[in-house]
């Protein structure tokens, strides 16, 4: 006899990623896509040689399971540059199929059914999915909503110290911030080196965005702290750093009992990552100032994009890093976000994501995310396009 069975989800009020039905739409108008975060500008010519190169001197077959060691040595090299902490590259680094993967990999590796995962909202859209499949319980603590035109988007410490409980396992950062474009300061670290000391409770450090960042901010990574990175696991994306999203390389820094359990996981499900992408990696990841410059770089988008939309009537919320920058549409319209993005795709042309999409309760502040790492031919024409709203 035939069975006809069905799946029990796992992931029961979870739909397609808003990123995908985005992209999707746009393709479908032929709109111009700022909603998911990609550069529309080619990337380095030389990185593109030396992958081909790779490949053609015959490196496609499985590489070490922790990543090529070449490249995990000059990572443990760039992080000692840039925050001054040194890491073991054979106990502390994994290389992983990008910085979503690292995420989900971490959380597997640490959430025991019932324990509470501290998430701020807006949250990239991926963490409570990830902390609900592992059977993890989201605690979360919406951001405080800055008002226009002044500040951006902050943690409001003396909630989080409200919501921890015995149950808490780990706390979710995330610096600079997708979607608002915020940054984490010095103060606040500080409050958190003081709520997590003499706990149990991990940090997971999402800080993929590390190098987009603006108004000479600096970026707080957890890896400068050695009493927050003992507890940590802290993910990176080299997409996000040499403009080749789809790529899907990124990898994992965290103290060698923590990685030694993330790679019990990670062995067993994507093994190991490209083999010819990981040796022009190693190559490439010297040459500093394509990393450097990158702040300066993506700066001048979000300025020229910021002066462009200033004859529409979306009105900005401050953005220090990261690809994006909210904009308030309440002057334009009352339909909700989801609705108003979908309608501004089809009839303006221009895709952006509903902020709404970054809340579990789907919160409506009427803001749209754009993506402003374009071309500024494809700025212009979006900015020119928004114009008729
Ligand atoms: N990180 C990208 C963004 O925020 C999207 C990645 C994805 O589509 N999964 O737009």
């Not at 909503?145 to 149950?167: A, G, M, N, T």
Request: with cysteine; proline share 6%; aromatic share 12%.
């Amino acid at each position: 006899m035939l069975s006809n069975p069905s799946i029990h989800s796992k992931l029961p009020n979870v739909g397609t990623t808003i990123f995908t039905i985005m992209s999707s739409l746009a393709n479908e108008y032929k709109a111009i896509n700022l909603g998911q975060g990609f550069p529309d500008y080619p990337m380095n010519a030389e990185l593109v040689e030396l992958v081909n190169k790779a490949m053609k001197d015959g490196y496609n077959q499985y590489t070490h399971m922790c990543g090529l060691p070449a490249l995990r040595e000059r990572i443990a090299e760039k992080i000692e540059g840039l925050y001054t902490t040194k890491v073991d590259p054979e106990t502390e680094i994994t290389i992983t199929p990008g910085g979503t993967y690292a995420i989900y990999t971490a959380l597997t590796t640490v959430l025991q059914p019932g324990d509470e995962v501290i998430v701020f909202e807006p949250a990239y859209d991926s963490y409570i999915p990830n902390i609900e499949i592992n059977g993890g319980v989201p605690v979360l603590i919406p951001l405080v909503h800055p008002e226009y035109r002044s500040d951006s988007y902050r943690i409001d410490w003396d909630l989080v110290r409200q919501k921890i409980s015995p149950k808490t396992k780990l706390i979710m950062l995330n610096t600079p911030h997708n979607p608002t474009g915020a940054v984490l300061g010095a103060e606040d670290i500080k409050q958190l080196q003081h709520i997590v000391a003499g706990t149990d409770i991990f940090v997971l450090s999402d800080e993929v965005y590390e190098h987009l960042i603006f108004d000479n901010r600096k970026h707080e990574s957890v890896l400068r702290y050695a009493d927050l990175y003992q507890r940590s696991f802290v993910c990176f994306s080299f997409g996000k750093v040499y403009d080749c999203t789809g790529w899907k390389m990124g990898y994992c820094v965290a103290p060698p009992a923590l990685m030694k359990e993330f790679r019990k996981v990670h062995q067993f499900n994507a093994f190991s990552c490209s083999t010819p992408v990981q040796y022009a990696l190693a190559e490439f990841l010297p040459r500093k100032e394509n990393y450097l410059q990158l702040g300066v770089f993506l700066q001048k988008k979000r300025d020229h994009f910021l002066g462009l939309m200033k004859q529409t009537r979306f009105e900005p919320l401050p953005s220090y890093g990261s690809y994006f920058q909210l904009y308030s549409y309440a002057a334009i319209s009352d339909e909700n976000e989801k609705d108003f993005a979908i309608r501004v795709t089809k009839e303006c042309g221009v895709a952006g994501i509903p902020v709404s999409a970054f809340y579990k309760n789907g919160n409506d502040n009427k803001v749209l995310r754009f993506c402003f790492s374009k071309k500024e031919a494809t700025l212009e024409e979006a900015a020119m396009r928004l114009k008729k709203l």
